[in-house]
């Protein structure tokens, strides 16, 4: 059975020009959160975990003294660092690095970012561990990723969806599992949010070039099976024509290493 770290990498490698290109990564509500809890004074030494193509990386760079990004797929950092230069942002380098084993002395990063990302990681305890760790006492973690709503049935309903589309996807948590788990880690919650990524389209997001059609449809079935208040209430739901467009719920927090 392939690990979880290989079936990311698996996962990944294969889609760099994909991810680049997409709109829920390169904007939405939940950059701009992650950009407003950091709050950077211009001198912080950042990391941003799990960096994929780069967008916060990039987004944080101008705002802060240099951001080291890592993620844990080689592709990923190529084209980040690629867009880097095309962009002409000198204050970010780039490493490969899983997210529950950072390379980095303890106690010698500001702040730490991670957007859109943890529901791949293959142990999130260990992930914030890692973090805790490498924070200086009094430093700052910003964290926004993908949650299921507070319901035994969607959370199971939203994991085995995220599971059909990619194997690479390992559990997205409802927002009450990531307050205890920060807490538990050894963090200060600040500040929470909920807010969503960008729209997207149901035939550009679940990847017909790559899954096949009888995993395309199960997935069409599985959105049809819910009921119109949930559709509308948790995933922002708008039919269009053979196609649909839906967003995720996202959660952000903001917690501070005592």
Known sequence: MKSVHASVREQFSQHADYYAQSSAHAKGDTLDVILDFADPKGT??????????????????PKVAHVVATDLTPEMVV???????????DNVTFSVAAAESLPFTTASIDLVTCRLAPHHFQDVPKFLSEVHRVLRTD???CLVDSVSPESE???AWQNHVETLRDD???YGYPPSQWDAMVTDAGFEIEKTAHTRNALMSFL????PQKNPPEVVQEIRDAFAQLTPDEAKKYYTVE????????SWPMYAVKARRG
């Open 44 to 61: 912080e030494k950042t990391l941003d975990i799990a960096t994929g193509t780069g967008f916060t990386a990039f987004a944080l760079a």
């Open 79 to 89: 084209k980040a660092s690629e867009l880097a230069q095309e962009q002409a942002i």
């Open 139 to 141: 430093g700052l973690f």
């Open 153 to 155: 049935k969607l959370i």
């Open 168 to 170: 690479s996807h390992v």
């Open 204 to 207: 550009w997001w679940v990847r």
């Open 239 to 246: 039919p269009a024509d053979d196609d649909f467009y839906f």
